[in-house]
């Protein structure tokens, strides 16, 4: 059983999509998304520094637009995911699930990040406010320390990781007095995602929801609020908005799979991040971390042995 997850913010580094791009299909697409995003995605995945591809209105739409324009190769051309059992992503990656899954199409999908971003980098700059993972320490310490900082759980990640979320002060009080043998390590993102100081975001998306016409998943779609199948395209888009200001429970997610059965897992780019979680929580399943065309030939071979005829 073969599931395709994609990443979240965090997990961009520059020049990643480079090399991909010497694909004229995968430029093409990047292309594409690109015009719909209005955003240049092939100078933020090539040549953009650290800073710029930081920025909550750059990342988030280069992520979604890497994942999607790469997909096809994974499916070696193929219309429908059909030896997919199941898809998810985390945090702004549920956009790109969403789209394998057929929810929305590419042009909504990139449309719907666009303003995911630009709402979140909007929140983010009514107060300084930032994000850091806990990793280590024991589960019930952790949240009794997050809770003294006055800190959210924003990603309940599993394999012994918490991201909190919060002010600046907070997680610099965070870093002070961490969590017995726990460590803490700020993450490059511009806010406190999945926290309530990004409801202004949620209700801007609420407003542009008004203009999609999302469909039912044509395969198991995955939430990353509760691990749970969402099998309504209208719930699907309404989960989405929430999880703006809800945390993301990627550990029931992970357990959902195991639950499924999963054999294999595969990572879009730009990947790594949870393929290090899934390494670390559900052993015993194959992964990889498509993170350049060299890639490509494993994946095939996944596709071969664990995805559905």
Do not use: C, Y
Not at 72 to 81: I, Q, S
Not at 178 to 205: E, N, S, Y
């Amino acid at each position: 059983m073969l599931v395709i997850v994609a990443p979240g913010q965090g997990s961009q580094t520059p020049g990643f999509l480079a090399p991909w791009l010497e694909d004229q299909g995968v430029r093409s697409r990047i292309d594409a998304l690109a015009a719909a995003a209005s955003l240049d995605l092939v100078t933020h995945g090539t040549t953009s520094d650290a800073a710029t591809i930081k920025d909550t209105a750059v990342a988030q739409p280069l992520i979604v637009g890497a994942g999607l324009a790469t997909l096809p190769l994974v499916l070696e051309g193929e219309a429908l995911p059909r030896h997919v059992s199941a898809t998810a992503g985390h945090s702004v990656g549920e956009i790109t699930a969403a789209a394998i899954a057929g929810v929305l199409d590419a042009d909504d999908a990139m449309s719907f990040v666009r303003e995911r971003g630009l709402g979140m980098a909007e929140a983010a700059a009514l107060t300084p406010t930032g994000m850091a993972a806990v990793l280590g320490g024991d589960p019930t310490e952790v949240a009794e320390t997050l809770e003294r900082h006055g800190l959210t759980a924003a990603n309940m990640n599993g394999a012994g990781q918490v991201v909190a979320a919060g002010t600046t002060e907070q997680l610099s009080a965070l870093e002070q007095d961490p969590p017995h043998r726990a460590r803490v390590v700020p993450l490059p993102v511009a806010g406190a995602f999945h926290t309530t100081h990004m409801q202004p975001a949620a209700d801007r998306l609420t407003r542009h929801a008004e203009t999609l016409g999302p469909h039912d998943p044509r395969i198991p779609l995955l939430s990353n609020a509760d691990g749970q199948v969402v099998a309504d395209g209208g719930e699907v888009l309404r989960r989405l908005i929430a999880q703006v200001a809800g945390p993301v429970r990627w550990d029931l997610t992970m357990e959902a799979f195991t639950a499924m059965g999963v054999t294999g897992l595969i990572e879009l780019p730009p990947a790594g991040t949870l393929v290090g979680l899934a390494k670390r929580g559900l052993r015993g399943v194959e992964t990889l971390a498509l993170k350049t065309p060299d890639d490509l030939e494993a994946a095939a071979r996944m596709v071969r042995e664990h995805g559905t005829a």
